[in-house]
């Protein structure tokens, strides 16, 4: 699977968006962008995934760019519940180990 | 239940001891993860269950590790001969699928803390 690159830290104020960027130069076609979030001391907690499409569901909107080596996670009004760890990770879609690797991700912190 | 159940949430045990670390997926998941994420660390595979066998044990630290999963349900980690390094949080996950699966979404338990004295 591919590897990414996220930023170790970043701050977002409340009730503003959270642009969270992470790359993945070396994608391969058939691998998708998951994200996952790890709130402390819970397990981590699924958000979203996409392969090229920008997606969107209630917790957050995935933008990948057009030539799939970049992605950003939004969280369009960021409270302080969302103060947590941020994975982005690529999985091919016939995985065979089906396991998700782990990168170090990005520390989220949501200030009043 | 209807999420990830994990038992014990808290063990202490001393060194050199034995511990079992129990995991109770969501009903109908055919996958099964075991991970684990020592202080302030990121998250470490260790296996993965298909059914009730394991085709990647490639996590796994040493040979003091093993895991067990029957009925294609409840899964059990054992650490033989616990050592102070073992201290961490030990994470279940299950999915639904894998083969063919695209959600490919892990659903995760609350985890099981060990504190190796």
């Known amino acids: 699977d591919a590897k990414t690159t996220q930023p170790t830290s970043m701050d977002c104020a409340e009730g503003r968006a959270a642009n969270l960027p992470c790359n993945h130069s070396?994608?391969?076609?058939?691998?998708?962008v998951y994200w996952y979030r790890q709130i402390h001391s819970q397990g981590p907690q699924y958000i979203i995934h996409?392969?090229?499409n920008n997606e969107t569901n209630e917790m957050a909107s995935l933008i990948i760019t057009e030539d799939r080596k970049s992605s950003t996670l939004i969280l369009p009004h960021a409270t302080l519940r969302d103060t947590a760890v941020y994975y982005c990770i690529v999985r091919a879609f016939y995985n065979q180990g089906g396991k998700l690797i782990f990168g170090q991700g990005t520390e989220l912190s949501v200030k009043p | 239940g209807a999420g990830v159940s994990q038992s014990p949430s808290n063990k202490v045990t001393e060194k050199g001891k034995d511990v079992e670390l129990r995991c109770d997926p969501i009903s109908g998941h055919t996958a099964l993860y075991w991970y684990r994420q020592s202080l302030g660390q990121g998250l470490e595979f260790l296996i993965y269950f298909q059914g009730n066998s394991a085709p990647d044990k490639s996590g796994l630290p040493s040979d003091r590790f093993s895991a067990e999963r029957t009925g294609g349900s409840v899964s059990t980690l054992t650490i033989q001969r616990t050592q102070q390094e073992d201290s961490a949080v030990y994470l279940c996950?299950?999915?639904?699928?894998?083969?063919?699966?695209?959600?490919?979404?892990?659903?995760f338990g609350e985890g099981s803390r060990l504190t190796v004295l």
């Open positions: 996409g392969l090229k």
């Open positions: 070396t994608i391969s076609g058939n691998e998708y």
């Open positions: 996950a299950s999915s639904l699928d894998v083969s063919g699966s695209h959600t490919g979404e892990l659903f």
